[in-house]
């Protein structure tokens, strides 16, 4: 049906401004403003480099890291340049040449320059010489800073004044003076003199092996140097006084760096485009995954990475709340001063509908069989332009019957056009049949077929032929809690939960969970759900998350849009465009030219507790002294992605990743055990996805004494010696043979019980490193001490053959607590405990129950994706005995034995034939035997979905007299 709108209610705004591009700016100084940078250059593996007012700067993506000066009186730099032999200048304005080393620039001296009364430009090296450029001079120097020739105005053949450029191609370098004439060097350090087209100060680019030049100071023809020749290849392309500080070519095409802002030429239609307008744009360049880098003269870095993400500016004083498509044409949406508006997506223009109701606009429902649009305050007839004013509440959803659902306060009703019964009560601003048909405050309604689908503060409920049930998934049996939902094309519901995430249900059973907290900053959560096929889009307060419907690819737009800052209040997805609405602008990009990002990471070499340095630069392995080491790392990426991390692992130990932040720059790995390891790290996105290559160093631990040969043969000679002595004393062997055989027996159940897996105090240890390099103090001091507390406990009980059970339960809870620490929120764990078990507190063997729950988390839990819950319950058996029960969800164990079989791994937690073994050494001392019983569980399309475990241990439950 087309849209039209009442002659009446519609009036274009006519002062829509034209598309732009989008382009965001990142604060560089904290609290500063107005520092000029100067240069913006990048290096080969990629880091940006900026020159300013306040000193040089690295940029990897995340931080700016300020190089320390050594001899610096100001701050003042201007570039930075690589030298053939790997040296590394940066040039100071006013103090000349500076070196990096170790991480900081120190100042060198030239040697014959007798006062620095100089304003230094650049510097460039042609056949082991270096060539630097001063506003009058121009100094030819050796590697060591030694002069060996100088070109300034006191030097009668050239009679020049002033420098203005300096640019090399090839065997050549082009000097620029003030004034008509060029200087060409060549190889051989010759210096020839050529005419310029006019007398100015010039600035050039090189393109290809040709050489690009126009006046700085006011507009001119450009010119390109062709044989010798300046032939002129644009007239003037500026009308307005501006000054051209630099021209750029970045991939063929020619930037204009001026005082209005930072142009380019068409080369299809050799027109001039704006980039940026109204900022002094000093320097230019783009990055190795094409995002382009600008720098002004006001302190401002700005960033885009695609020229076709673009935006309007509405020039609207108010927030746009609320966005709805109509059809493939047009989105309406509406502002917080209740303004409704059209927004033509083929001429991008705005049309104003009129103003209707107060306080805001809470939602938008558009009804494409009335081509009426609904909100809190009634609706519009968008082909006439009527307006009814009713209150609908909180949401409106039709059904395909036609009857409506109205969440009004904290009651729903169903509405129809006619009075299906006496319970239907006309309401004639409505125009219809109201029926009140529940009380409690809802959210949002959608329609899966004829079956109304609404959302409560508490749960779901399902209104179907006039009945209402409470929706659960009927997997747990638990109410589905949300505060938003929506309905894809599937009959999918998606359920926004307050955990930060969103599962999805099919069925009313539980298809998928998209964990999004590494999307979110801390404190954030998802604002709104919406659906766009085949999109559904996860609005929050730092962006935008768009999940495809059935492949499930999740896309964060702000990787897309840059270092996007502004806040999202709405967003639309229509015909391959995805249309954002902030408060002033609306910004639009195809998501076909969405770009997978790439991150970099750089090993820096590897420290040990000795403070000894080992280089990671071709070494293959390295033979470390020491088993605990900081493995040290630089990381980049310019994509604005949430949430990125390093994953890393020792391959030959780890089964699965550990994560640390990206900008921490070193992982710690305390006691590694001995042998060769590979250690890998990569970085990893939001949704997990690994976005960089995977960066390997092989280290060699060195074996401890109890393992060298000399412990061996000293053991060797120890045993031979005790049985020398067994031999004579041969008439006590058969009395102490039992006694061994007891001591054997206890021996086992002691190295069992008081065993601690060191792979587990690697991980803990290393997550409280990473919390402290975080700044997250408070974590890790709590974390720490359950830790101790932990290690206490084990070394003095496990000397104890048996352990009250309220300890045994204790260690548990803090040893659940710190993997907790591991997993994060994704694990969840229920402790139950009978009360009266924990008062009459029987004595139980000694760590007895903790191998089971280890391993459920090794073996079940730690491959399981998404939600991973774990039960322990300690209750009074039947029979005088205690139950205890361990279940989880886990991925059960026919999984976890194939897993462990294609990876070839050792079992490194209790072993099942380890702790059958301990019970029948148990059992052998006891009247009444422990019973275990292991159940896998599984789901209804006979997948495995966890372990039960059930242990019955025989006590007599008295109180202790």
């Given amino acids: 049906m087309a849209l039209t709108f009442s002659l009446l209610a519609v009036f274009t705004v006519n002062d829509l401004q034209g598309q732009e591009l989008l382009v965001n700016e990142i604060n560089v100084f904290e609290g500063i403003s107005n520092v000029p940078i100067y240069t913006i250059q990048t290096d080969e593996k990629g880091f940006i480099y900026l020159t300013t007012e306040k000193g040089i700067f690295r940029y990897n993506g995340i931080t700016f890291t300020k190089f320390d000066l050594d ?364 029926k009140k048909i529940y009380e409690s405050r809802s959210y949002k309604t959608v329609f899966i077929d004829s079956a109304a689908y609404i959302l409560l503060f508490n749960g779901i409920i399902k209104y179907y032929q006039g009945n209402i049930t409470f929706v659960k998934d009927l997997l747990t049996g638990k109410s589905i809690i949300g505060y938003d939902m929506v309905i894809d094309s599937e009959k999918n519901l998606w359920v926004a939960n307050l955990d930060k995430g969103i599962e999805v249900y099919r069925y009313e059973f539980l298809k998928k969970t998209f964990e999004m907290q590494n999307y979110f900053t801390k404190g954030s959560s998802i604002l709104k759900l919406k659906y766009n096929k085949p999109y559904i889009l996860a609005l929050y307060q730092e962006g935008l998350v768009m999940i495809h419907e059935k492949t499930h690819e999740i896309i964060d737009v702000n990787s897309i849009l840059g270092k996007f800052s502004k806040v999202m209040n709405d967003a639309v997805y229509s015909n391959d465009t995805l249309y954002i609405f902030t408060k002033d602008e609306i910004i639009f990009c195809t998501l076909t030219n969405k770009r997978d990002a790439r991150a970099k990471i750089f090993l820096n070499g590897i420290t040990d507790a000795n403070s000894n340095f080992y280089s990671t630069e071709n070494n293959p392995e390295i033979k470390l002294s020491s088993k605990t080491i900081f493995l040290n790392y630089d990381f980049l990426s310019y994509s604005n992605q949430g949430g990125i991390k390093i994953a890393y692992r020792i391959k030959d130990l780890d089964t699965s990743w550990n994560f640390i932040s990206a900008d921490v720059n070193k992982i710690f790995f305390p006691y590694l055990i001995p042998g060769k390891h590979t250690i890998q790290l990569a970085a990893v996105n939001s949704s997990g996805k690994i976005i960089s290559d995977i960066q390997t160093v092989t280290v060699i631990v060195p074996q401890s004494f109890f393992l060298s040969p000399l412990f061996f043969i000293l053991v060797i000679i120890a045993l031979i010696g005790l049985l020398v002595i067994a031999y004579y004393l041969n008439d006590a062997k058969v009395k102490k043979r039992e006694l061994l055989n007891n001591q054997l027996r206890m021996s086992k159940l002691t190295a069992l019980r008081s065993r601690m897996n060191p792979h587990f105090v690697y991980n803990i240890l290393n997550s409280i490193q990473s919390l402290i390099y975080i700044g997250d103090k408070k974590t890790a001091s709590s974390s720490l001490s359950k830790f101790s507390e932990l290690m206490r406990l084990v070394l003095d009980l496990s000397d104890k053959e048996n352990i009250s059970l309220v300890d045994e339960i204790h260690v548990i809870e803090l040893y659940l607590e710190l993997e907790k620490l591991r997993f994060g929120d994704e694990f969840k764990f229920t402790i139950d405990f009978d009360n009266e078990l924990r008062y009459l507190n029987p004595k139980i063997p000694g760590f007895f129950i903790q191998p089971f729950v280890e391993n459920s988390i090794k073996h079940g839990l730690l491959h399981k994706n998404g939600d991973k819950r774990l039960l322990l319950k300690i209750e009074k058996g039947t029979n005088n005995d205690i139950r205890i029960i361990v279940d989880d969800n886990g991925i059960g164990r026919k999984k976890s034995a194939e897993i462990n079989a294609r990876r070839n791994l050792k079992k490194s937690s209790f072993a099942v034939e380890a702790i059958i073994n301990r019970i029948n050494l148990i059992n052998s001392q006891l009247k009444r035997k422990i019973v275990l019983q292991i159940f896998d569980k599984v789901d209804l399309n006979n997948e495995p979905s966890g372990t039960t475990v059930i242990i019955s241990i025989p006590v007599e439950l008295e109180l202790d007299t």
């Fill in 71 to 434: 001899g610096a009186n100001n701050e003042s730099f201007n570039y930075v340049y690589k030298l053939s032999d790997g040296r590394i200048l940066a040039i100071n304005f006013y103090e000349g040449i500076f070196e990096l080393k170790n991480d900081k620039f120190e100042k060198r001296n030239i040697f014959g320059i007798k006062d620095y009364k100089y304003t230094f430009f650049s510097i460039t090296e042609l056949n082991k010489k270096i060539y630097l450029l001063t506003d009058i001079a121009l100094f030819v120097l050796d590697k060591e800073f030694q002069i060996s020739k100088l070109l300034d105005n006191e030097n009668k053949e050239y009679n020049i004044k002033y420098f203005s450029h300096m640019e090399k191609i090839g065997d050549t370098i082009y000097v620029f003076p003030k004034g008509k004439y060029l200087l060409k060097i060549d190889k051989f350090g010759n210096f020839y003199k050529d005419s310029l087209p006019g007398d100015c100060r010039w600035t050039a680019t090189v393109m290809g092996n040709q050489l690009f030049f126009t006046c700085r100071d006011y507009p001119s023809a450009i010119f390109k140097r062709v044989r010798g020749n300046n032939e002129k290849i644009y007239n003037a392309i500026f009308n307005d006084e501006i000054t051209t500080y630099k021209i750029k070519n970045i991939n063929n095409d020619l930037y204009f760096c001026t005082s209005k802002g930072l142009a380019k030429i068409n080369n299809k239609t050799n027109q001039v485009e704006w980039i940026i307008r109204n900022k002094r744009t000093n320097d230019l360049t783009i990055d190795y995954e094409g995002n382009y880098w600008a720098i002004t003269l006001d302190g401002e870095l700005l960033n885009w990475n695609d020229f076709n993400i673009r935006k309007i500016h509405t020039k609207l004083a108010e927030n746009i709340t609320n966005s709805t498509a109509i059809d493939s044409n047009k989105i309406l949406f509406a502002t917080s001063l209740n303004n409704f508006y059209s927004f033509d997506l083929k001429t991008k223009t705005l049309k104003h509908i009129g103003q209707y109701g107060k306080d805001g606009v809470k939602f938008l429902y558009y009804d494409k069989a009335s081509n009426r649009l609904y909100f809190q305050f009634g609706s519009i007839d968008l082909s006439t332009g009527k307006y009814y004013n009713f209150y609908s509440g909180n949401y409106i959803a039709k059904g395909p019957d036609g009857d409506m659902i109205f969440c009004i306060s904290n009651k729903i009703y169903v509405f129809s056009n006619t009075q299906k019964d006496s319970t239907y009560k006309f309401q004639a601003d409505m125009g219809g049949y109201l």
